[in-house]
C-alpha cells in the first residue's frame, strides 16, 4: 500500500486563551503527486490547518502525518527539522528576504535540509535551471529580491519551495494578487515543475475558478469543524 503525501486522523487543536480558536477534522489525506485545491474564504481555518499540516503547531489529538512520519512524534525542533526537509511552502506574502539576492533567497532551505540539499544536486545549476523553468531571465541570480516584480518575486517563491524536490508542496494563496492571463501562466508553471519533482501539492485560496485545474477540490468547510469559544 502507497503511503499518503499527507495524512490527518482525527486531528484536533484548540488554541490557547479566553475566545481560543478551536478546529477538528476527522480525515484528510493527499496521496502521492495528487494536486488538491481546498477552497475557503477568510475565518474558515485555513491558517490553522495549514500550522498543524507543517507542523508548526502541535495537534491536541489526533495524527498528522507526512510521508508516513507522525509529526506528533516529534519535538518542537524536530518538526522545524521535517518541515524544512520534507515541505516546500508557498507563502501568500512570498516572505522573500528582500536584501538578499535571488540566489540566496531560493538557496536557504537547504541551509538546513541535507537530505534536501542532495536530492537539489549541484545547488546553484538547480536553482539556475528552476529560475528558467519558471521564466525569469537569465541575469536574474544575483539580484536583490526586493528588486524584482510581484511577479517575479513570486515566481522566486516557487523556486525556492521547488528546490531540492521536497515530497509536499503547501501553498496559501499564491495566485491571489495576479490577474487571470498571469495566474494561468502561474499554475502552469507550477504543476510542471511539481510534476517534475513528482511532488504532491495542496494549495488553499478562496477563487473557485482555480477548480478545474485541479486532480481534486474540497471546500474547507466541509473538512474541517470550527468554533470559537465566547470571550
Known amino acids: 500500500m502507497t503511503t499518503p503525501a499527507l495524512a490527518l486522523d482525527d ?6 486563551g479566553q475566545g481560543g480558536f478551536s478546529l477538528t477534522c476527522p480525515a484528510f489525506v493527499v496521496a502521492p503527486s495528487e494536486r488538491v485545491l481546498l477552497l475557503g474564504a477568510s475565518g474558515s481555518g485555513k491558517s490553522t490547518l495549514l500550522s498543524l499540516i507543517c507542523g508548526i503547531v502541535p495537534a491536541t489529538r489526533g495524527r498528522v502525518l507526512v510521508g508516513g512520519t507522525d509529526l506528533g512524534t ?34 536557504l532551505p537547504l541551509r538546513f535540509a541535507p537530505k534536501r540539499r542532495t536530492r537539489a544536486g549541484v545547488a546553484v545549476t538547480e536553482a539556475a535551471r528552476l529560475c528558467t523553468a519558471l521564466g525569469l531571465p537569465g541575469d536574474v541570480l544575483h539580484i536583490q529580491a526586493g528588486r524584482l516584480s510581484v511577479g517575479q518575486q513570486q515566481r522566486v517563491a516557487v523556486a525556492r519551495a521547488l528546490i531540492g524536490a521536497p515530497p509536499l508542496i503547501v501553498a496559501d494563496e499564491p495566485t491571489s494578487a495576479l490577474d487571470a492571463a498571469t495566474q494561468d501562466s502561474f499554475l502552469r508553471l507550477l504543476f510542471d515543475r511539481t510534476t ?14 482555480l477548480a478545474p485545474r485541479f486532480d481534486r477540490v474540497l471546500h474547507l468547510a466541509d473538512l474541517v469543524n470550527t468554533e470559537r469559544s465566547a470571550a
Do not use: C, K
Not at 486531528?11 to 490557547?16: E, L, N, R, S, Y
Not at 526537509?85 to 533567497?105: C, H, K, M, R, S
Open 74 to 107: 516529534l519535538g518542537t525542533g524536530g518538526r522545524d527539522r521535517f518541515r524544512v526537509e520534507q515541505i516546500g511552502v508557498i507563502f501568500q506574502q512570498f516572505n522573500l528576504l528582500p536584501y538578499a539576492t535571488v540566489i540566496d533567497n531560493i538557496l
Open 196 to 209: 517534475e519533482a513528482q511532488s504532491s501539492l495542496l494549495m488553499v485560496s478562496h477563487d473557485e475558478r
Open 11 to 16: 486531528v484536533a487543536f484548540t488554541w490557547p
